[in-house]
């Protein structure tokens, strides 16, 4: 790996591969959608709205957290165990995944983007596997020692 393809990596990890396949799963579920006929989740526009609003809202603060706890300019440099990446191994990844994909699936008041928000979860964990093992060529026993203390898109409830 050059250090310029190395550098990339450690700063973008595995976001634009996760990104494309999640975009793409996201088509195949609009698709599908139009589709078939399933009642919406609710008739209810200001519960749909006010669900998408909080999860737009700490979506940004996670990242916001995220950012804080790691600066883009010190990813791949050193191991952060603190701030979000105390309870997240994969902070950024999870506030998208695991908060703003299922506000966005109440937005679109449809069952189908709601499975969609769960598929996604199965494949970045498959997604992220590469990323975590640069992590543990790099820091080696410390990472692999983080690994089991800390979840990658969930915090880890029992240690």
Same mark, same amino acid.
């Given at each position: ?23 793409? $799963? ?43 706890? $790691? ?62 093992? $640069? ?25």
């Amino acid at each position: 790996m050059s250090e310029k393809t190395g550098k990339f990596v450690k700063v973008f990890g595995s976001g634009p591969i996760g990104v494309f396949v999640s975009l793409i $799963l996201f088509f195949v579920a609009y698709w599908i959608n139009r589709q078939i006929n399933i009642p919406p989740i609710t008739g209810n526009r200001f519960i749909l709205n006010s669900v998408f609003l909080i999860s737009c809202l700490v979506t940004i603060g996670m990242i916001i957290w995220c950012l804080k706890s $790691l600066p883009v300019g010190e990813r791949g440099k050193k191991l952060c165990t603190y701030g979000a990446f105390k309870y997240f191994r994969h902070p950024l990844y999870a506030a998208f995944l695991s908060v703003f994909n299922f506000g966005l699936s109440f937005y679109l008041n449809s069952y189908v983007f709601v499975l969609w928000a769960i598929i996604l979860h199965p494949v970045w964990h498959f997604i992220v596997r590469y990323e975590e093992k $640069l992590m543990v060529n790099i820091f080696k026993e410390d990472y692999t020692e983080y690994q089991k203390k800390t979840g990658r898109f969930f915090p880890r409830l029992i240690r």
